[in-house]
Nanobody, 126 residues
Framework: QIRVAESGGGSVPPGGSLTLSCEAS????????MAWFRQIPGKGREGIAA?????????EYDDSVKGRFTISQGDAKNTIRLQMNNLRSEDTGTYYC??????????????????WGQGTQVTVSS
């Protein structure tokens, strides 16, 4: 059974940093794509960063986080991290990790990913 689990959320002041981690287990091969989505209350999930593991580790970012967030592969198979620097109040939300075994055409769309974690809360507030 495939399971996706996030960790590392918390509360920080504006300008602070956090690192989120994600592990996707129960799959003997490497997931083709893994990604981070963010959901703000009252809005849908938006893709903020993705990594194409079978594409040499190619990364993609939403414009809102470029230059501040970095997605990377972890040391273990099917693990990723999201390093978040210079956090802003508008970064507050629930962060979800997603994974898929197929090639993903539009990484920022939730329908492209078949496996999801339960989410971890990030709060940026003074």
């Amino acid at each position: 059974q495939i399971r996706v689990a996030e960790s590392g959320g918390g509360s920080v002041p504006p300008g602070g940093s956090l690192t989120l981690s994600c592990e996707a287990s129960g799959y003997s091969s490497t997931f083709n794509w893994m990604a981070w989505f963010r959901q703000i209350p009252g809005k849908g999930r938006e893709g903020i960063a993705a990594i194409w593991s079978n594409g040499g580790g190619t990364t993609e970012y939403d414009d809102s986080v470029k230059g501040r967030f970095t997605i990377s592969q972890g040391d273990a198979k099917n693990t990723i991290r999201l390093q978040m620097n210079n956090l802003r109040s508008e970064d507050t939300g629930t962060y979800y990790c997603a994974a898929d075994r197929r090639y993903v055409g539009k990484w920022s769309e939730t329908r492209e990913f078949g496996f999801w974690g339960q989410g971890t809360q990030v709060t940026v507030s003074s």
